[in-house]
């Protein structure tokens, strides 16, 4: 624990992490363009799987019969699986006809998709355990912050009733499995409410009283004009002791790690920084550590756009305080010349670079939350 009362690590059945700590999204089973050993050599300890999408493609019998996802992938430290609701509710959301939700359940049929999908709170625990992750998380019901009141009422009591039912079939299936504790997968609750400070409290309370290893902040973090719902966010930690994880669900960008970094968050997922860099647009430190104090408006990271013509003859690295493989070897320029030729070593170099930079992020934070 440090001063706060907050953890400094989790220790999980495939490994260590270290708290508060940045996880890319392996979607499908992969960080886009870049390999597990890549992702050893840039310092990351564990990833997200999304267990929407595995379960349409291979498929969970594929995965099963493969030995789970860190035998398939070649992954040997941990692995988070979200619960597929968020990615449902999503689908849905964006158009009635590809499923509905009601109380038992989540039915869905991607678009151009011949098979009907249905997620239960009992099917998403036994997927994500038949995939070994290490960390599961509970189906919960997910909402729009801008939606009214009665809405984020109504999944707050069905997200509490899929906790339950989460949280029994986890527990039947640990009594069969007989596993030893330190083999023991953990196992996280949604706290769900929207912008309403009375909702998250009783579903943070009723999740409490049900018991989970760690929560996540349930719902998109941003508002409408993509700005971090700081209010709620800091009051919905505050309802759960410090010492049990949360994980802030797709908090990614660097600012908003660090802000919910120093609220208590511990966990953070996004695709943001490796689909930045896809796209050119890398994070470098403007100091070479520790990162400006709270309130603070000092420019502490800053980006870099590769495709610009400034980069054309930049023969420096992207980073001075960068020790990645893309840094260490190669200017910018030479990026610059395998972005404008569409090599995919430019994803690639691209991509491990600010996965190591959210990694130096994540250390600065420690040793500013260790001192
Ligand atoms: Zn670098």
């Given at each position: 624990m440090n001063r706060n009362g907050y953890r400094t690590y989790l220790q999980l059945p495939h490994g260590h992490i270290g708290l508060p700590a940045y996880l890319p999204d392996a979607?499908?089973?992969?960080?886009?363009?870049?390999d597990s050993v890549d992702l050893e050599q840039c310092g990351i300890e564990a990833v997200v799987m999304n267990t929407f999408h595995l379960m349409q493609r291979p498929g969970s019998s594929t995965i099963t019969a493969l030995g789970g996802l860190h035998t398939m992938t070649g992954w040997s430290r941990p692995i988070i699986t979200d619960s597929g609701g968020f990615q449902a509710y999503s689908l849905i959301r964006q158009n009635a006809t590809f499923g509905s939700i009601n109380d038992k359940g989540i039915t869905f049929q991607p678009e151009g998709s011949d098979r009907k999908f249905h997620l239960t709170p009992e099917k998403s625990v036994q997927l994500q355990l038949s995939y070994g992750a290490d960390i599961l998380v509970c189906l919960d019901d997910c909402t729009h912050v801008d939606d009214p009141f009665e809405t984020q009422q109504e999944s707050v009591k069905r997200t509490i009733e899929w906790a339950k039912r989460c949280k029994d079939e986890f527990q039947q299936r640990m009594q069969q499995k007989r596993l030893p504790q330190e083999k023991r997968p953990l196992l996280f609750g949604v706290i769900q409410g929207g912008g309403f400070h009375e909702l998250r409290k009783q579903c943070a309370d009723a999740l409490l009283e049900i018991g989970f290893d760690g929560f996540g902040f349930g719902?998109?973090?941003?508002?409408?004009?993509?700005?971090?719902?700081?209010s709620i966010i800091t009051y919905t930690r505050e309802?759960?002791?410090?010492e049990l994880p949360m994980h802030a669900l797709g908090v990614g960008h660097p600012a908003n790690v660090v802000e919910c970094a120093r609220m208590g968050y511990d966990i953070f997922d996004s695709a943001m920084p490796t689909r930045d860099a896809r796209h050119s647009r890398l994070y470098f430190f403007t100091t070479p550590d520790s990162l400006p104090a709270h309130?603070?408006?000092?420019?502490?990271f800053s980006y870099l756009y590769v495709?610009?013509?400034?980069?054309?003859?930049?023969?420096?690295?992207?980073?001075?305080y960068c020790d990645c493989l893309c840094c260490s070897r190669y200017s910018v320029a030479y990026l610059h010349h395998l972005f404008k030729i569409n090599d995919s070593l430019f994803l690639r170099l691209a991509t491990l670079h600010n996965l190591r930079f959210m990694v130096q992020l994540t250390e600065r934070l420690r040793a500013e939350q260790h001192e």
């Open positions: 979607t499908l089973g992969v960080v886009r363009n870049v719902g998109w973090p941003l508002d409408s004009k993509g700005q971090l719902l700081t309802l759960v002791p410090p309130g603070s408006t000092e420019k502490w495709n610009d013509d400034k980069a054309i003859k930049n023969d420096g690295p992207v980073s001075r």
